[in-house]
């Protein structure tokens, strides 16, 4: 990739019309935001945490591996609508503002976790079923692919500028937040339901619960403030599939830093399930590593943002990744040769603490090399290809190679190599502290 594709941190404020720092904003604007985004990721990871149920229950196979290949696969499904619900509702929120395209996504994860909270059966409705649970995925993948964009633009232009990185760290501290609730909601169900309930009905559950707190999402987003604004009179904001293209080497580094922060955060996803399956934990058992996930996150993601804000964004990007790529394979063979529930959580936790501080500088790298005209486009592009294809086939790429190889550390190989592609993208990419965000 050469140097000249990728516009220099000077380079990208030399000569161009920067925008005014924004008023400090009320908590509630925050809040509905991270709400609108939890929420919707609360549903697209409940999917996960509940994969070896849904798989029973709707791609009934031969052997539980089978039906356990079957759902994840159909879990990557909805990756593939997310470069399309990237790039229209990205374009649709630089063109007519940010909140309109988060209330649009809003819409469209309600409609897809409908579908799944109350779809019947395999054994009710016959091959019925697992084409609505696919149409489902499909619209859930189009609103996540449309939501990262726009609500990263968001928390970024509304933040202000000392804070910047620590509102951006509240997109990745959201998912935190969803992790944790959709591992509470998973520890309670199995410890409170006999196995044939929660196979028959207990994994819906949590999908209804979502539907509930969607009112109060979209009563936070219709009160939210639009933080698009028009540019400053003579100055020429980029816009377009065309001003993308002058941002193609900035947006290739985008994917490769989405890569490991991706599949380390879907590894994470996948332990619940790793646990029972490959280690053997009693169910109930093996969601403690989910709370312990959704910890992590929503705390590291958060310390991350306040590092980036003090010590720029690279150090704090790039340092935690270095260390994941290092640590991950002994750790794992460590919780492997000593499975008890104690290096269970304290492997996951250490994990998602790396990737979460990681992330929660990446957050506001990305768009702030964007300009205003395409930052809800490009952020969303970026993401939305990243996790489509190192994130959607995560799942299965894992389930698959333990299955084909035996090596139960065969995950933590994944996270380690893809690991070392994006610490080297981090270093490639030019530090934007303390530079003002462009117009």
């Not at 955060?265 to 989910?290: C, D, E, K, R």
């Not at 996930?293 to 991350?304: I, Q």
């Not at 010590?311 to 492997?336: D, E, H, N, Q, S």
């Not at 300009?371 to 809800?376: F, L």
Request: hydrophobic fraction near 55%; include cysteine.
């Amino acid at each position: 990739m050469s140097s000249a594709a990728i516009p220099s941190a000077a380079g990208l404020d030399a000569g161009r019309p920067v925008s005014k720092a924004p008023e400090r904003i009320p908590k509630m604007v925050v809040a509905a935001s991270v709400a609108g985004n939890a929420l919707e990721f609360y549903d697209f990871v409940t999917y996960a945490f509940f994969a070896v149920y849904i798989g029973k229950a709707f791609f009934p196979a031969s052997t539980p591996m089978g039906s356990l290949l079957l759902s994840v696969a159909v879990f990557g499904v909805g990756f593939v609508a997310r470069p399309i619900g990237g790039v229209l509702i990205g374009a649709f929120a630089d063109r007519a503002g940010r909140k309109p395209a988060m209330m649009l996504t809003i819409a469209l994860i309600t409609v897809g976790t409908l579908g799944l909270a109350l779809t019947p059966s395999y054994d009710s409705i016959g091959m019925a079923a697992p084409l609505i649970i696919v149409a489902c995925r499909l619209v859930q993948g189009l609103a996540l692919g449309g939501e990262v964009g726009p609500a990263t633009a968001f928390l970024v232009e509304a933040a202000p500028p000392e804070q910047r990185a620590l509102y951006a760290s509240w997109q990745l501290a959201s998912q935190g937040v969803a992790t944790l609730i959709a591992g509470i909601f998973g520890v309670v169900i199995i410890g409170l339901l006999p196995a044939e309930q929660v196979q028959a009905w207990g994994w819906r559950l949590p999908f209804i619960v979502g539907l509930l707190l969607v009112p109060v999402a979209i009563y936070l987003r219709r009160n939210m403030p639009e933080t698009l604004h028009a540019p400053a009179a003579g100055s020429q904001s980029a816009q377009g599939l065309k001003a993308l293209g002058r941002y193609k080497g900035v947006l290739v580094l985008a994917v490769l830093i989405v890569l490991g922060g991706t599949v380390s955060t879907y590894v994470g996803s996948y332990m619940t399930t790793y646990a029972i399956t490959t280690l053997h934990f009693p169910p109930a058992t093996a969601m403690a590593a989910t709370v312990m996930v959704g910890v992590s996150t929503l705390v590291f993601a958060l310390f991350g943002g306040w590092l980036a804000d003090r010590y720029g964004r690279k150090p704090i990007m790039l340092w935690p990744r270095v260390a994941t790529a290092v640590l991950t394979v002994p750790l794992f063979l460590y919780l492997i040769g000593n499975p008890s529930i104690t290096v269970l959580l304290a492997v996951t936790g250490l994990l998602a603490a790396l990737t979460a501080v990681s992330g929660g500088a990446s957050f506001v790298a990305i768009p702030e090399l964007l300009p205003r005209g395409i930052r809800a486009t490009g952020m969303s592009i970026a993401y939305a290809i990243g996790v489509s294809l190192f994130g959607g086939t995560t799942q299965f790429i894992i389930t698959w190679l333990l299955q084909t190889t035996n090596n139960p550390a065969a995950p933590a190989w994944y996270v380690a190599v893809t690991s070392v592609i994006t610490a080297l993208a981090m270093m490639a990419v030019p530090e934007t502290h303390q530079r003002e965000l462009e117009d």
